[in-house]
């Protein structure tokens, strides 16, 4: 699935990245998640490889690329059948708002371990009552001489139990105008006041959902994404916040789009093979039409998702965050609906076989409406393309 938009690094890569997948595949996968455990062989092994920080700074360990790097590592892995979901949250969201908002002493603190996987950060943005309406994030931080005291509650959190500590996404007054904006807080696992609860999801995927508690949480001053007022805005501290945020959601859904086109190459891939084999009549069942227009309409959607979804991330990377910010919502949606589609069909192209754990396919009719739903609904990537491409008016 190549193409020459791709530079020849980017290929390599791709290949290279493809054959670690093959080494683990989803068979791996499956008694990982079976045995509630974590995949910890692969990602040490693609740490070792670099592969984990190839978008981070390489003055701190990282590859010194971008989302574009990311994103194939994790669409492969994805493709092989065994994706790494933390990928999306640690190196991407965190290690991107870190290498560009941190102050030096986050930046070496932080970013050689999520380059080389010896730590992961969780993100803490969704709230039980806010849902996709981040304007009504609850989450307060406030002053306390010196430090900052947190209080809130978060849910639908990702791999918190394995993670040395969360960004937590919290809100603080402005003296000036009293409004809450937004600021980002690194929350360590172990911080006193910081609880979490398991939530059990009808999901199969290694990676655990929690919902966190913060009751005063006392953070020191450094805690702060960018270290406080003192820095200039766009540069980190309490008047960042708002774009610190969005440097985060971006690679997000980039990501999520890549996570959505490996899972949908995947189950294609599967139900091509049979297809191509299974024989009921003369000819194998793909040499039918009605069997294998389907199988190639799912395809051309992928392949299209992808070319947005690389668009995005060549925007991201060149630093044009306004068009990167349409483009990434777009990828996001694109790849959601085209590996929805493509794991239906993977499925019903196997028939009866599609349910059975022996071919594997039923599980990924669940965990692939994850990317219609996270981390913003497709109904919501619909209103921002209506109101901010479009300039159609809103009715909230």
Known sequence: MSTVLETEEHQALRAAVAALGKRYGRAYLTRVVAAGGHPEELWAEAAKLGYLGVNLPEEYGGGGGGIAELSIVLEELGAAGSPLLMMVVSPAICGTVIARFGTDEQKRAWLPGLADGSRTM????????????????????????????????????????????????????????????????????????????????????????????????????????????????????????????FAGLNPERIMTAAFALGMGRYALDRAVDYARTRQVWKEPIGAHQAVAHPLAQAHIELELARLMMQKAAHLYDAGDDLAAGEAANMAKYAAGEACVRAVDQAVHTLGGNGLTQEYGLASLVTAARVARIAPVSREMILNFVSHQTLGLPKSY
């Open 122 to 245: 969780a993100f803490g943005i969704t709230e039980p009552d806010a849902g996709s309406n981040s304007h009504r994030i609850t989450t307060t931080a406030r002053k306390d001489g010196g430090d900052w005291i947190l209080n809130g509650r978060k849910v639908f959190i990702s791999g918190v139990d394995i993670a040395d500590a969360t960004l937590v996404v919290g809100r603080t007054e402005d003296a000036r105008t009293g409004r809450l904006k937004p600021c980002l807080f690194i929350v360590p696992r172990d911080t006193p006041g910081f609880g979490r609860n398991h939530i059990r999801m009808e999901l199969a995927a290694a990676e655990k959902q929690f919902e966190l508690t913060l009751d005063d949480v006392r953070l020191p001053a450094d805690a702060l994404v960018g270290g406080g007022p003192s820095h200039a805005v766009g540069k980190g501290g309490e008047d960042a916040g708002l774009l610190q945020l």
